[in-house]
């Protein structure tokens, strides 16, 4: 089995019972609506990691540890394949490990924040990258679609932070009021140049990361089932959840949404992104 990061790491660094972070791959595609191949995404993140250096941004995260786990089986009814995603994500957080779940469609989320919340029995924000809201209350008759992830987390009172949303109807601009989302939308942050926003002092401590790759310009990440225009910079997506992390505890993350299309450089950023996200944590 392929692992995350295996070029680099130690056997010390591998083991399953020490590692800081556990990978957790999740090839669901079930509800994808416009463009196909996040099925593909985990392998080809998993497989473009073994290219990366040690260091990013200054640390380096793999000293911490890193274990790859084998794929989520993804069969079945949906809300039985999120249970599957919910138990792992338990397991770790309960065992002083961080999830890192790697997609896959974004409906994942779902699964894996509930099991994050379980074990740590306490309230949980999610600072959420993504070209849309994801807040539709069904999508194509559907409530635990990729575009309705975020308002099934939000009705079991998940706080949520948004940043680069640039594609919204007009039921989920009545969800944010309805949810009290915190959001600062893509044309802001894109024609502003902004890099940091302070989330509210109410947001909880204990923050997960939920990183759509379509958050990111298509210029830059056109390897995703919905681009659209107007996006966020590589670095800037990055300096977003980096700042609001500040003050804060990454308790998860997940990358989700890449659709490889046969050029390495997406994969590469993607596991590039992952990599980094770690480094928050640490």
Not at 243 to 252: D, E, N
Request: glycine share 8%; aromatic share 6%; with cysteine.
């Amino acid at each position: 089995m392929t692992i995350f990061l295996g070029s680099e790491l130690t056997e010390g660094e591998r083991s399953a019972e020490t590692a800081r972070f556990q990978v957790i791959p999740m090839p669901l595609e079930r509800t994808v609506s416009y463009g196909s191949g996040t099925i593909n995404g985990p392998a080809a993140i998993i497989e473009a990691s073994n290219e990366l250096e040690r260091i990013t941004n200054g640390v380096e995260p793999c000293a911490l540890g890193i274990h790859t786990q084998e794929e989520v089986n993804c069969e079945g009814d949906l809300p039985e394949v999120m249970e599957r995603l919910a138990q792992r994500t338990e397991a770790a957080v309960k065992a002083g490990q961080e999830p890192v779940v790697l997609g896959g469609e974004h409906s994942i989320t779902y699964g894996a924040v509930v099991g994050v919340a379980r074990a740590l029995g306490q309230p949980v924000g999610i600072v959420h990258i993504d070209a849309h809201a994801d807040l539709r209350i069904a999508y194509q008759g559907n409530p635990h679609s990729h575009a309705s992830v975020m308002n099934l987390l939000a009705e079991e009172k998940v706080r949520l932070a948004q940043f680069g949303v640039r594609a919204l109807c007009e039921q989920e601009m009545e969800s944010r009021e309805k949810f009290n989302v915190f959001f600062k939308d893509a044309e802001e942050l894109v024609t502003g140049n902004i890099h940091a926003v302070d989330l509210p002092e109410d947001f909880p401590e204990l923050v997960y990361i939920s990183f759509d790759v379509d958050g990111i310009d298509p210029s830059q990440m056109p390897a995703t089932g919905t681009p659209v225009p107007g996006g966020l910079s590589y670095y800037q997506s990055l300096h977003l959840v980096e700042h609001a992390l500040k003050g804060r505890k990454c308790v998860g993350i997940d990358v989700v949404e890449l659709a490889p299309d046969g050029n390495a450089a997406w994969d590469f950023t993607a596991a590039q992104i992952t990599y980094r996200l770690m480094a928050t944590a640490v």
